[in-house]
């Protein structure tokens, strides 16, 4: 049975490889980028024994190495016979890699005096026998990075559902904006705890605060739209490919309105197919 947490990534240069092996790091794969591939049975032997400490893992492999296409067939069938990794191999049309490479500016591997044309002809021919010997052929033409990640949840790692990894984070902006976030809201226009004697050393947390600033039409408003605008957004994150989203809220000391609304947004996520954790940045200072 071919073995899912053991993959070699392998294909066309500029077919998105690097982008993959990116993904797989947010799966939870340890991924070796450009493994000589005469190094492969040592490193599954170490695995294999549990000397190192990885439970899944990723070889990104490509033609770069001298004489990859024979070493790589020698060494799949050797390694056979102790593990069945799943191969993946991407490719591209020319026309799409040719302008990969314009775009990129970057030399073909193989490019000495032959055109980038040539040189990708010429590696589609010598990568031939490896494809074949696939379990997963993937042309990605016709996709962005968003459907890229989609077909590895789909075929190659079975994720349908993967959780969205979200971080609120409450703040004062006297010290300063939390540079992780990506998405920000500013609460400094809502009614201001500090300004009321028997409520300004309390916090956000303290039930009377809470009451004191939700109970506000203002606030009720802006919760209602702040939430419809977050359940807008989340899907989109998701297409996109994102796995994790931070989102900071902000009031001027961090001790009392970004602390609430943060606590009332989590409660809301939380509804929602999401893993939701929050951090109260400011709110002893």
Known sequence: MKSEKFLIITGLSGSGKTVVSRFLEDFGYYCIDNLPAKLIPNF??????????????ALVIDIREAGFETEFLEVLNQIRKDVLPWLIFLEASDETLLKRYSESRRP????????????????????????????????????????????????????????????????????????ESDLLFDTRFLPNPFYVNELRDKTGKDREVKEYVLQEKETKKYLHELKRFVDYLLPKFVKEGKSHLTISTGCTGGKHRSVIIAEELKSHLKTKDSSVRIYHRDLHK
């Open 44 to 57: 599954i032997e170490l695995w294999k024994r549990k000397e190192v400490e990885i439970e899944k893992v």
């Open 108 to 179: 073909h591997p193989l490019k000495s005096k032959k055109s980038v044309l040539e040189s990708i002809q010429l590696e589609r021919g010598r990568l031939a026998e490896i494809k074949r010997l696939a379990d997963e052929v993937e042309d990605t033409s016709d996709m962005n990075i968003a459907q890229l990640r989609e077909i590895l949840n789909r075929r190659f790692l079975k994720k349908k559902n993967e959780k969205l990894q979200i971080r609120i984070i409450s703040f004062g902006y006297k010290y300063g904006i939390p540079l």
